[in-house]
């Protein structure tokens, strides 16, 4: 049986790429080919691409407490659904050019909920879509403490109003559950912190 991953990103064959729209994003268009799996070659075809940049989240967690921090705020892209568009998602920030991850969780975790860590454990990376977008998200657990976690936070030329809510880990799962939690960073944090909660309370205290 043929393994996964026999095709490289050399193997695609970029014929023209524009910038169909520049402002805050980018959207390029793509016109490209690449090799099929049953041994022809794919005819050529254009894609539109959402250039976004990569960004960190990060879930804080207090071992001791149990407790988590998680982040309210407005988002326009939930507009048109059957929900509240403010969402209860991580601390999180767009990557700059040359800035380590781990950098961007820091300084968000400052600016986003006045928290600091003391240790980060990383997670895993994923890309958001695929599909359509080029944005690759690294996410990360954070040691914090929650004793006086909580306010509003957010800077306003950047049009942000953030609301830090500390909540117990296991009603923030029951909300991943419930579906009153639905963002993906957010999701996949707090279950695997459902799936490592032990062990890492363990090697955190």
């Known amino acids: 049986m043929t393994k996964p991953f026999q095709f490289k990103a050399s193997d695609v064959t970029i014929e023209k790429r524009e910038t169909v729209f520049q402002g805050f994003f980018r959207m390029d268009k793509l016109w490209l080919t690449h090799p099929r799996f049953d041994g022809r070659t794919m005819p050529e075809f254009s894609r ?13 967690y207090d071992p001791e407490r149990d407790e988590v921090v998680l982040l309210e705020q407005f988002r326009a892209g939930a507009l048109g659904r059957d929900q509240s568009p403010w969402l209860l998602e991580l601390v999180a920030g767009m990557n700059e050019d040359g800035e380590h991850s781990e950098d961007v969780a820091r300084r968000e975790a400052e600016e986003e909920a006045g928290l600091s860590f003391s240790r980060l454990e990383k997670i895993c990376n994923y890309l958001v879509s ?18 006086s976690a909580g306010g509003l936070y957010g800077l306003e030329d950047e049009h942000e109003d953030i609301r830090a809510h500390v909540v117990s880990v296991d009603e923030a799962i029951t909300m991943v559950k419930d579906g009153r939690i ?20 363990t090697r955190w205290q």
């Open 130 to 147: 695929p599909g359509g977008t080029t944005e690759m998200v690294y996410l990360y657990c954070g040691m914090t403490s929650t004793e």
């Open 48 to 60: 539109e691409l959402f250039v976004r940049g990569d960004a960190t989240c990060v879930l804080p």
């Open 182 to 201: 639905n963002n993906a960073a957010a999701i996949i944090a707090l279950q695997w912190l459902q799936l490592n909660r032990p062990a890492l309370r």
